[in-house]
């Protein structure tokens, strides 16, 4: 789903791509920040078969809106990308340029950009796995499932926080 998203970003939003995609993205932590909490209660009071069902018919019940308002293109609800009047007049190109042929284009493995998304992959799994524990930790020490979901919204609050600030930069 969320390759789809950002193809949908890029398609609606030429203007703030980076700040569309920031805010759109750390609405996932957003939600989880409250959700944590929410559904833990849910699963004590009621369980987790009440839990699980409330949470299905909530998916179930946003699939619709999704039909109904979401398009991949500007056009196809009749309008224009967001900054898209703003764009200059593209130059006609009148020399033709050539490319190697791709058995000719060597790939730097020492480029910073290449070793940032390296790094940025190898660490996102890291980032992200640690949050899942929390509960069963808070269990294991004597404390309540309801600080560990407290404890997993907390992480999420910190990944919003991230989010926004990479789609901000």
């Known amino acids: 789903t969320f390759m789809a998203i950002t193809v949908i970003i890029n398609n609606w939003f030429i203007k703030n791509n980076g700040l569309v995609?920031?805010?759109t993205?750390?609405?996932?932590?957003l939600v989880g920040i409250v959700a944590n909490p929410a559904v833990n209660?849910?699963?004590?009071?009621?369980?987790?078969?009440?839990?699980?069902a409330g949470m299905g018919v909530l998916i179930l019940c946003?699939?619709?809106?999704?039909?109904?308002?979401?398009?991949?293109?500007?056009?196809?609800k009749g309008t224009i990308a967001w900054g898209e009047e703003e764009l200059p007049e593209p130059e006609v190109q009148t020399t033709i340029t050539h490319h190697k042929p791709m058995e000719e284009q060597k790939i730097d493995l020492r480029h910073p950009a290449l070793l940032s998304i390296l790094a940025f992959v190898f660490v996102l799994p890291l980032a992200n796995s640690h949050s899942g524990y929390f509960q069963n930790v808070a269990l294991s020490y004597g404390f309540s499932a309801a600080l560990g979901a407290s404890m997993i919204s907390a992480s999420l609050a910190g990944e919003f926080i991230g989010k926004l600030g990479i789609g901000w930069l």
Do not use: C, K, N
Request: hydrophobic share 50%.
């Open 25 to 29: 993205m750390s609405t996932s932590s």
């Open 41 to 52: 209660w849910v699963i004590e009071h009621f369980g987790w078969r009440i839990a699980y």
């Open 62 to 76: 946003t699939i619709p809106l999704v039909w109904i308002f979401i398009r991949m293109y500007p056009d196809q």
């Open 21 to 23: 995609m920031g805010i």
